[in-house]
């Protein structure tokens, strides 16, 4: 079956760095996303990585590999609006998201 | 800018009544999906629709049902609404294929079914 792995809650300090793992098992790989969900809202895009390597856009990045089936999302300089849940989806041979439960980032002063 | 737009925002729903989501975007975007969130699980996907006219089955498709007329609007329909249908449910929309296109969602509809 297909199988979307991440820890359920993290918690790190104000401007600290968290970083948030993401393991899968699909048939077929078409490219992984995070989406970032604050409590009682939708989800919105924060990344696309479909080769391996590590992609940089301002406070986050995201790193892939593809043979071990990992991911992570890293996010620097916390702030407080960081406090969300981080959605895990890898597209599967069929172009559909499988979605990971999420991460829920909770963000002390 | 709306985007995407959702209607009803919450709806209590008693079992075996039939209830339609309404789904609307203005971004002419050619796919749509519906997902239901659920406590403790992903996002699964119900109903897609790659471009107007065509629709297809997700990973839980049972007891809904959805149109796709033209390019805007994509309504989800619960023909007798049971218990395990509560829930919270996102439309989202994609320009191109959502398994590699971003995928931008409504602010959802949370219905309960008693």
């Known amino acids: 079956g297909q199988n979307i792995d991440q820890p359920t809650e993290m918690t790190a300090t104000e401007g600290a760095i968290v970083q948030i793992n993401c393991t899968y098992q699909t048939s077929g790989f078409n490219g992984l996303f995070w989406y970032q969900q604050h409590a009682g809202e939708a989800p919105t895009f924060l990344s696309y990585n479909v080769l391996d390597g590590l992609e940089e856009k301002g406070r986050f990045s995201s790193f892939l590999s593809r043979s071990k089936g990992y991911s992570y999302l890293l996010l620097k300089e916390l702030q407080m609006k960081d406090s969300a849940s981080y959605l895990c989806?890898?597209?599967?041979?069929?172009?559909?998201?499988?979605w990971g439960a999420g991460t829920k980032l909770i963000i002390k002063p | 800018i709306a985007g995407i737009t959702q209607a009803p925002t919450s709806q209590i729903l008693a079992a075996g009544r039939r209830m339609t989501l309404r789904c609307t975007q203005d971004?002419?975007?050619?796919?749509m999906y519906w997902y239901r969130q659920d406590l403790g699980l992903g996002l699964r996907l119900i109903h897609y629709s790659n471009t107007a006219g065509t629709t297809g089955k997700g990973e839980v498709p049972d007891g809904y049902s959805v149109s796709r007329a033209n390019t805007d609007d994509f309504p989800l329909t619960l023909a007798s609404a049971v218990p395990s249908q509560t829930s919270v449910y996102f439309c989202?929309?994609?320009?191109?294929?959502?398994?590699?296109?971003?995928?931008?969602f409504g602010p959802g509809t949370r219905l309960t079914v008693l």
């Open positions: 971004m002419r975007h050619n796919a």
């Open positions: 989202a929309s994609s320009d191109g294929r959502g398994g590699t296109d971003t995928q931008y």
């Open positions: 989806a890898v597209s599967d041979s069929n172009y559909q998201l499988i």
